[in-house]
C-alpha cells in the first residue's frame, strides 16, 4: 500500500519530515524520563537484568533513534534514498516490537488483576500502534515516491536506463 498525502493535506515529505523530527523530540524526552524519574524499567525476555543496565541499553536505543531519525530527515532533505533506509528497514521492525511489547504488557496488567491498567495500556498502546504504522506509511510511500522518480529520470529515449558506468 502506497500513500500520496499524510493526513490528506501534506505533502509525503512534509510527513516524512515530521516523522523524524517527532522521532528525534520523544527520544530525547525519553532519555530525559529515563535517567530522571524512579521508574523499574523492564524488557520482556531478560527480566533479571539490573536496573542501571536496562536503563543503558534503552538509552542506546534511543541515541540510536535520534541518529536514525536525523539520517531520515537528511534524506528527505537531500533526496537520497539510502540514507532512509535505515529508518525504513528499522521502523518496521519497531513496528512489530511495539505491537508485541503492548499486548505483553497488557497481558501481564491482566494476569495481575490490574484490569484498568490492562485495558488502557492495550487501548492507547494500539492507538500508538496504529499511529506508528500510519507514520512508517508515510515514509515508506515517500521512499518508494523518491526510488520511482530516480529511476524514470534514468531511462533514455529508446525506454531504457543509460548505464554510467565506463568499462
Given at each position: 500500500?502506497?500513500?500520496?498525502?499524510?493526513?490528506?493535506?501534506?505533502?509525503?515529505?512534509?510527513?516524512?519530515?515530521?516523522?523524524?523530527?517527532?522521532?528525534?523530540?520523544?527520544?530525547?524526552?525519553?532519555?530525559?524520563?529515563?535517567?530522571?524519574?524512579?521508574?523499574?524499567?523492564?524488557?520482556?525476555?531478560?527480566?533479571?537484568?539490573?536496573?542501571?543496565?536496562?536503563?543503558?541499553?534503552?538509552?542506546?536505543?534511543?541515541?540510536?533513534?535520534?541518529?536514525?531519525?536525523?539520517?531520515?530527515?537528511?534524506g528527505?532533505?537531500?533526496?537520497?534514498?539510502?540514507?532512509?533506509?535505515?529508518?525504513?528497514?528499522?521502523?518496521?521492525?519497531?513496528?512489530?516490537?511495539?505491537?508485541?511489547?503492548?499486548?505483553?504488557?497488557?497481558?501481564?496488567?491482566?494476569?495481575?488483576?490490574?484490569?484498568?491498567?490492562?485495558?488502557?495500556?492495550?487501548?492507547?498502546?494500539?492507538?500508538?500502534?496504529?499511529?506508528y504504522?500510519y507514520l512508517?506509511?508515510?515514509?515508506?510511500?515517500?521512499?518508494?515516491?523518491?526510488?520511482?522518480?530516480?529511476?524514470?529520470?534514468?531511462?533514455?529515449?529508446?525506454?531504457?536506463?543509460?548505464n554510467?558506468?565506463?568499462?
Amino acid at each position: 500500500m502506497q500513500l500520496s498525502t499524510c493526513c490528506r493535506c501534506y505533502s509525503l515529505k512534509t510527513g516524512t519530515l515530521f516523522t523524524g523530527i517527532l522521532g528525534i523530540i520523544l527520544s530525547i524526552i525519553s532519555l530525559v524520563m529515563i535517567f530522571t524519574l524512579n521508574v523499574e524499567w523492564k524488557t520482556i525476555l531478560i527480566d533479571v537484568l539490573d536496573q542501571s543496565i536496562v536503563k543503558i541499553i534503552f538509552a542506546i536505543n534511543l541515541c540510536m533513534t535520534i541518529l536514525i531519525s536525523t539520517l531520515l530527515i537528511i534524506g528527505a532533505v537531500k533526496k537520497v534514498t539510502f540514507m532512509m533506509l535505515p529508518w525504513v528497514v528499522l521502523g518496521l521492525i519497531l513496528a512489530i516490537g511495539l505491537l508485541v511489547s503492548v499486548i505483553y504488557t497488557s497481558i501481564m496488567f491482566f494476569v495481575n488483576h490490574e484490569t484498568i491498567n490492562g485495558i488502557l495500556w492495550l487501548v492507547i498502546g494500539l492507538i500508538a500502534v496504529v499511529i506508528y504504522t500510519y507514520l512508517w506509511l508515510v515514509v515508506y510511500s515517500y521512499f518508494q515516491q523518491l526510488r520511482y522518480n530516480k529511476m524514470i529520470t534514468r531511462i533514455g529515449p529508446y525506454g531504457r536506463p543509460y548505464n554510467y558506468r565506463r568499462p
